[in-house]
């Protein structure tokens, strides 16, 4: 049986913000598979922040996206076919399988999820990759101790609301950043932070010194620019920076950092990290987050928009802060 | 006897460059010592660019100095008079007696040195707090590998030629930035750096790029401003920056950093640091370093400025990167 493959290229790099005009969707006819491959019907793709800066051609931790590929992007779906031993059709996987109807693997990467008592899209979210990034910048670079605080950026994002919920579970004081009235009542009512700060407001630098009386201890940094220049401003002495985006500059010009001299006064940790790299320590991060969404411990909000074709809207939005919760594509 | 004390206190906090006018010189007699206490007759003051940033009434590290107060610093003397069972008339000693003639102490933070083998000079410079530095830094942040490549701007001062060296020491490529190329020549000549990079040549960041062909591991960072953004460009992943100084920015408007997206692409680590808030190293660090100086592996050199009312011009020419070497003044 031969399926026919829709698939989204990466047509062209972006100058500036990243428009439709930077992808190509087409379709093509799969080859069978090989011995020891396996076939994956991807149903939701996982849209992330780091997917704009493999479009740039620019010296980063991965290569750059060669023109005319796939883009990339992690995807949870169905076994289908199987020439491979260890995955059997009705297997229910994660994998890097792109922005495409199918996946082919030979199994490096796949990971069997189980989703009968935690649904599909959560392991491409909170039980996934930004709940394993949330788990890794908190727990292994901010460490914070119990009474301090932590202020997250893109607080209602997949990443961001699992950083929150975990520093509240730390007995931390947990403070977001976010943009909108709406994301901000979110962050406090039912992801249950302390406070959230509504960047759009006009008013970031003096709201945050409301909302963190006694200074910050752990920043978890998904967004860079000001969101970072106002938490800088208020950090503790030996506070930790996880540095796990950089969201204000992927579109364009960077962003700079305003008092990097508060780095030195305060005597500061900064990390940048990627997750992927710390992956002996994801059984242990993911089996504690699947562990505390079945204990109702953890919420999230996924944000779904339907249809493959529409997956450049998706990131388009995604880096414009118009998601709420983990954006997914649900692909059939 | 009642002896005479000349001196300097901060008059004024200074807007933008320091200037002559933020100090006052003024001579009062000593009061008789008390049980306990003895008396040092200071010979040499070291100056040092941490000075700056405690004329200022912004929060950091250590409390500002008070208007009126005396300037703080490092100096090394004779005890000349004693009431302490520890200290005996004739001993030398380093302690924080500040900008003036004589200093008056229970014995708390003085350091007995022996000035037979080294010079007393050096226990303000290499085999003090400035060495003390660059050995924590590079040592306990960078922990550079052999054949790594180390970066440290004002290369020829008290704390960056001793940064270098010891990246040497360690079996490294050591590449220094410095003002001017006399101060390069010495950096190369005298001190034995692989390269120096002479940011006044209005070339910084392709020098650099030329200085470092494999890339940078470690940039010990005493400047920032644009030493740091053309060192950032060059760092190889996980990196280490061990942030020292920001003295680029002491003198008025904060200088930022224009790339820190580079901190996660790179995954930089970033540390902040204050040699005093490491004493428990201390007596390591400065004995390797006084041994090592014996040895003449360590090699230094003092710039002196003679008469203790010259000590806000030696500030000042600092804080401008006239000086070369270490920057002492000679009060008797």
Redesign the interface.
Known sequence: MTRINRRILLASRPEGAVTPASFKLEQAPLDALAEGQFRVRNLYLSIDPYMR?RMND????AAPLALGEVMIGETAGDVVESKHRDFAVGDKVTGMFGWQDYGTSDGAGVRKIDDTRVPMTAYLGVAGMPGATAWYGLNKIIAPRPGQTVVVSAASGAVGSVVGQLAKLAGCRAVGIAGGEQKCRYVVDELGFDACVDYKAGNLHQDLKNATPDGVDGCFENV?GEA?DATLSRMN?FGRIA????IA??DGQ????????I????????????VT?HLDLWPEALGTLAALVLEKKLRYRDSVVDGLEHAPEALIGLLQGKNFGKQLVKIA
């Open positions: 800066g620019a010296k980063s931790y860079g970072l002495p540095v796990c985006g950089m500059g992927y960077p962003v700079p950092i305003k008092q990097p001299s780095i030195l006064t305060m005597r500061l940790l900064v990390q940048g990290f990627i790299e």
